[in-house]
């Protein structure tokens, strides 16, 4: 589906629908929907970048693998490209400095939105902003994940959705 708002188009593919769905019959709705609206502050974030560096913003995608964000200008110059990867991990740490006081549980989601998105994976924003300064070879998201791996194994977390976060990432570095 397509929704056009003048120059700029929201574009909601079949997957966002399908996982939201999923999503909401597996767990708490108040919690789910504070993360949603954690990773709508993290996108806003690019968004201004997006404009204030001059990039402007030509499309919103939502889909299942989550939400991404397009600008209007073809080819970004490297500070631009740094300046948007690290507003939506820097406006998730600003925000869990602020929550931390009266709303703690907000505080923590923002805190790990914007560590994951920092992590050095290139379809994240901390390997984007990595890429601008080096071109670091792909053994170094292997490790990393078998370090991460081992880490949480470690200490007995057992939650099977970052294991699998862990390897979609992985997975996806090898494809790039």
Do not use: W
Not at 96 to 119: C, D, K, P, T
Not at 124 to 151: E, H, K, N, Q
Request: proline share 3%; hydrophobic share 50%; aromatic share 10%.
């Amino acid at each position: 589906m397509e929704i056009r708002f003048g120059r700029r188009k929201l574009c909601i593919d079949f997957g966002f629908p399908a996982m939201l769905s999923l999503i909401l019959l597996s767990g708490e709705r108040a919690f789910l929907l504070q993360t949603f609206l954690v990773c709508i502050l993290h996108e806003c974030g690019h968004g201004i970048a997006m404009c204030l560096t001059g990039a402007g913003l030509r499309e919103i995608r939502l889909g299942g693998a989550g939400m991404q964000l397009f600008a209007e200008t073809a080819v970004l110059t490297e500070l631009q490209q740094l300046l948007i990867s690290l507003a939506g991990p820097a406006v998730n740490l600003i925000c869990a400095l602020l929550f931390q006081r009266f709303h703690a549980e907000s505080a923590v989601l923002h805190l790990y939105m914007g560590i994951f998105n920092l992590l050095p994976y290139r379809s994240l924003d901390g390997g984007t902003a990595l890429r601008i300064f080096c071109t670091p070879p792909i053994f170094v998201s292997y490790v990393f994940s078998a370090v991460l791996c081992g880490l949480l194994i470690y200490f007995r977390l057992r939650n099977p959705l970052l294991y699998l976060m862990l390897l979609y990432l992985t997975v996806n570095e090898s494809l790039r």
